[in-house]
């Protein structure tokens, strides 16, 4: 964080925002009425992709978290964007993708914000869950730094590995709540 306002207070921009910035205002609740259809509370979402040109930050074992958290009793919401859709048929629980089309980053915020929980990788969604406040955990490959993400806050977490391949399910669920 320390590399972040040093930036924007070099540029004379305020930082009173910079370690806890809040975009709940792009939550709308009414974006979501489909959702309720689908899912019950609480749920868990999960972000399994990252942009197509960082592969490398997709974390192998979604699918089988997917059906884990499923036989935990959690429901779970995957949200997927526009270069992941192969990989809703592998999920499992709801994926509003496949019934509704791409979803909008206020309707992405506001299942974010009603979840329970995230699991995502190093990815824009799993940035906007963390400046939600929510409870969640984010997982790291070697490419990107935590520390330099800027990712954790709050109740936020991240979980950096050598190798995302080596980072099992059974370690990805002791940090659930």
């Not at 609480?42 to 399994?48: C, E, F, H, S």
């Not at 969640?136 to 520390?147: C, D, I, M, Q």
Request: hydrophobic share 40%.
């Amino acid at each position: 964080m320390k590399g972040l306002k040093t930036l924007l207070t070099q540029a004379d921009i305020p930082t009173h925002h910079a370690f806890f910035p809040d975009v709940k205002w792009m939550t709308e609740s009414h974006a979501i009425e489909f959702l309720w259809r689908h899912v019950k509370q609480p749920y868990i979402a999960l972000i399994p992709g990252s942009s197509a040109q960082h592969k490398e930050k997709r974390w192998p074992y979604y699918a089988e978290l997917s059906f884990k958290l499923i036989e935990l009793g959690y429901d779970v919401v995957n949200i997927l964007g526009p270069d992941e859709q192969d990989m809703a048929a592998r999920l499992a629980g709801y994926t509003p993708a496949k019934d509704h089309g791409m979803l909008n980053w206020f309707q992405l915020a506001t299942i974010l914000n009603h979840a329970q929980f995230v699991v995502g990788n190093d990815t824009g969604p799993s940035h906007i869950a963390s400046c939600l406040g929510k409870s969640g955990l984010a997982l790291f490959g070697p490419t990107t730094s935590v520390e330099r993400s800027e990712l954790q806050r709050g109740d936020f977490r991240a979980l950096q590995v050598n190798d995302l391949y080596d980072l099992d399910v059974h370690e990805v669920l002791k940090h659930l709540p």
